[in-house]
């Protein structure tokens, strides 16, 4: 009996250890095996990115370490690319890092892992992301030169990835300018920009570039350069001696007188139209006039000139400036339809810029000479002019003036003052009409 009891109490105890292994094996799970996801990746700067990692199940193994391995090179980066450690890992866990000195402009991949013992388990997923490079940028060329001021700008035609936070052009007298020099500031974004420079020396050249920063850093873009006016001078004579006040009117230096010469600056004669008579469709002669035919309205009101004597066969302009010196002196040129607009937009605009430019009261001019009060310094006369069929017409009412930019073979434009408005107006003329020229320095 005591043999029997012996062999069941030992079967007992044999099936009760049998139920404890078999729980222990269940809460263990060795299938169990390391999972981890790279939540996401975000661009913190131009050379830094933040990875989140979330680590969501581990195997029973040891975990001496975890982290972060990434590549520039690599599609799915090992522990064998770059990487950042993070130490022993005993739980789940969801964690972020800063990933530092990276290439500014490049792409990378990045991947977590988890040490299992000595073997790494890499996360089932690869996220990558750019990190951004600074800008790009084209620089606007110079315009509306003057002695102290110039117009310039730009277009920031890529971001490069990250916010554009400032932008303008930086200046200098000497080669590539740069932003913590002279610069303006014009804003931030993508796209076009303009920047008013100021603060230059007359007769000086400069080197300009457009700029724009972001994250990166800052980028320039192409340099242009430009030489300031000179100041105007007092006076400037032409081929037959006569000399003429200038007056400067914003950027421009303009003769403050009508044109009297009988002569181009090479000398070479135009051709007397005191017996010219009809000259209708005659678009090639180049005629000047005094006014009624009589030599003494020359000096109060200048010559009267065809299109053809003015531009001296040069071709049409409409550019700012003409380029056309036409029938002025050497240094200065015949202005654009482009430039008197310049002249009357400083002035205010059409509608008050003749009473501005207009000589005061009617010694000249004819009552009322309505707003006339020459603020501008331009001395306008009412030279009045010449038809091309020979007849003069208009002094003391009108002052016509010649530009460079024709309408067709037959016309050209002219701008004119009137004795009974503060108007300025442009109009097309034929070119065989007679009419003042007014030069404009170069």
């Not at 490049?106 to 988890?114: A, E, I, N, P, Q």
């Not at 073979?409 to 007014?438: C, E, M, P, Q």
Request: charged share 15%; with cysteine.
């Amino acid at each position: 009996m005591k043999t029997k009891f012996l062999a069941l109490a030992i079967t007992a105890t044999l099936a009760v250890s049998a139920i404890i292994i078999f729980h222990a094996c269940k809460k263990v799970d060795l299938n169990r095996v390391t999972k981890c996801n790279v939540e996401s990746v975000t661009v913190v700067n131009a050379t830094t990115v933040k990875v989140e990692v979330d680590i969501f199940d581990l195997s029973p193994a040891d975990h001496p370490d975890y982290g972060i391995c990434y590549s520039s090179t690599n599609a799915t980066p090992t522990l064998a690319d770059s990487k950042v450690s993070m130490g022993a890992i005993t739980e789940y866990i969801k964690y972020n890092k800063n990933i530092e000195n990276l290439t500014a402009g490049t792409k990378y991949y990045f991947r977590g892992y988890v040490m299992n013992g000595s073997e790494p388990k890499y996360s089932f997923n690869v996220k990558d992301v750019s990190t951004p490079s600074s800008p790009t940028v084209i620089t606007t060329t110079a315009s509306s030169i003057a002695q102290t001021t110039a117009t310039s700008g730009g277009n920031v035609t890529s971001d490069g990835g990250a916010t554009v936070t400032a932008r303008g052009v930086c200046w200098s007298t000497s080669q590539n300018p740069v932003a913590t020099g002279s610069h303006t500031t014009d804003g931030t974004g993508t796209g076009v920009f303009t920047s008013s420079i100021t603060g230059l020396t007359a007769s000086t050249l400069y080197y300009v570039r457009a700029y724009a920063t972001n994250s990166a850093g800052t980028s320039y873009g192409n340099e242009i350069s430009f030489t300031t006016s000179s100041p105007c001078p007092a006076t400037v004579p032409d081929y037959d001696g006569n000399t003429y006040n200038i007056v400067t009117i914003g950027s421009q230096c303009w003769m403050k007188e009508n044109l009297k010469t009988t002569h181009y600056a090479n000398g070479t004669a135009m051709v007397d139209g005191t017996s010219a008579g009809d000259i209708t469709g005659n678009y090639t002669t180049k005629y000047y006039f005094d006014y009624a035919n009589t030599p003494s309205n020359t000096a109060t009101y200048g010559k009267l000139y065809t299109w053809a004597a003015a531009m001296n066969g040069a071709a049409s302009s409409a550019a700012n400036p003409s380029g056309v010196q036409g029938v002025c002196p050497t240094g200065w040129h015949l202005p654009s339809d482009a430039e008197w607009t310049q002249l009357t937009d400083y002035l205010g605009g059409g509608s008050v810029a003749g009473g501005k430019m207009k000589e005061a009261g009617t010694t000249h001019w004819n009552s009322p000479n309505t707003g006339a009060d020459n603020s501008s310094g331009f001395s306008a006369l009412p030279g009045g002019g010449r038809s091309s069929y020979g007849t003069f017409y208009s002094v003391g009412d009108y002052g016509y003036w010649w530009c460079s930019t024709e309408y067709s073979t037959s016309d050209a434009w002219r701008w004119y003052l009137s004795y009974d408005n503060s108007h300025v107006y442009s109009y097309i003329n034929d070119k065989s009409f007679g009419f003042s020229v007014r030069c404009l320095r170069d």
